[in-house]
């Protein structure tokens, strides 16, 4: 599946680096399903989005997502892309921006004829610029936060819910951006996300690694944060599974919500086993 992860530092402004690969030799494993791309987004300190992604055709196009890069701001997501939609081009590599909030998805959707249609029907067929069913799915939550006039949690349970009743699903896993905020959704349960809640006492600098992201923040010695992630990516007991259904919400003062609010599992559940070769691959690429 395509790697998440999301920083949230707060009224805070602080520089992380991130790199977003290992070595390419190390990738280039015949075990292990090579990434199609990569991106980092940010908020700055004066509330502006910043996106930097590249798409990996082959692993002559790996140095961007090799590199170390530096990015100064309060809230920041990075995310690795196995593509199962869309092809290698950067209008298709997450994350994404409308409506100024910052967006990045894993999962499968299908029926995205039927997707296409209700983005015309509300309006916001012209948000989707790329081919993949992720920048679908923000269009379809972008025109329901404008139905709710700015409600951001109302129009992605609203957009959610519509997905869940009208097209096949395997996973919709969810990490959405302003400068001050930062809402993730994990739904339903195929797919993992955690969260690490390093508000209290006095944490470490911030040094994390997974299978493809690593973050370093020296800045955030004895300061909080709360971090989301595909996967726990160190031994900190504090890591936390979101359950299926549940909607995270961190505000500008890393206050914490947490409310159920897709209960039900999809009506049109994809298995595993009803992906495509493609798609089960990407969704799976470690096997």
Sequence with gaps: MCRLFALHAGSQVVTATFWLLDAPDSLAEQSRRNPDGTGLGVFDGHGQPELRKQPIAAWQDADFATEAHDMTGTTFVAHVRYATTGAHEVVNTHPFLQDGRIFAHNGVVEGLDVLDE?????????????????????????????????????????????????????????????????????????????????????????????????????????????????????????????????????????????????????THQLRRADLSTVAAAAQHPFG
């Design 118 to 266: 209700r983005l015309r029907q509300v309006g916001a067929a012209d948000l989707v610029a790329g081919h993949t069913d992720s920048e679908r799915v923000f269009a379809l939550i972008t025109a329901a936060i404008r139905a709710r006039r700015g409600d951001v949690a109302g129009g992605l349970v609203d957009a959610l819910s519509w997905l869940a009743a009208n097209v096949p699903i395997y996973a919709v896993n969810v990490l959405l951006s302003t400068a001050t905020e930062v809402w993730a959704l994990r739904y339903p349960e195929p797919n993992q996300l955690y969260m690490l809640d390093r508000r209290d006492g006095a944490p470490p600098s911030l040094a994390l690694r997974s299978r493809r992201i690593r973050a370093h923040a020296e800045q955030l010695r004895g300061r909080p944060a709360v971090v989301f992630a595909s996967e726990p990516m160190d031994d900190d007991p504090r890591w936390q599974l979101i359950a299926p259904g549940e909607l995270v919400h961190v505000d500008a003062g890393l206050q914490i919500t947490r409310d159920l609010v897709l209960p039900d599992p999809p």
